[in-house]
């Protein structure tokens, strides 16, 4: 059973930065697309050799990346806006899994 466990979100003014990160258990061994989601929309992707792809209302503010030796995921998202709330998750593109609990993000104007 993969786990992931998302964290760094927060209430933040609009223009102002986080940085979420995904704690998760896939494989290693298998080529695996990893994505960052907010509910359920793909913002964010980054394949195992660490190709990305960005949704475009987020392209040139959010940079996805992958630490492989620590099985996390990361997601620095900075000149944040209003429209960017919501809970945010990680899981597979290729494969996905049960979804984790999230980590939300508020961002005030």
């Known amino acids: 059973q993969v786990q992931v466990a998302e964290s760094g979100g927060g209430s933040v003014q609009a223009g102002g930065s986080l940085k979420l990160s995904c704690k998760h258990s896939?494989?290693?061994?298998?080529?695996?697309?990893l994505g960052w989601y907010r509910e359920r929309e793909l913002v964010a992707s980054i394949t195992l050799a660490g190709?990305?792809e960005y949704t475009d209302s987020v392209k040139g503010r959010f940079t996805i990346s992958r630490d492989i030796a620590k099985s996390t995921l990361y997601l620095q998202m900075n000149n944040l806006k209003p429209e960017d709330s919501a809970t945010y998750y990680c899981?597979?593109?290729?494969?996905?899994?049960?979804w984790g609990q999230g980590t939300r993000v508020t961002v005030s104007s």
């Open positions: 899981n597979s593109v290729s494969a996905p899994s049960d």
């Open positions: 896939f494989s290693i061994h298998t080529p695996n697309t």
């Open positions: 190709s990305t």
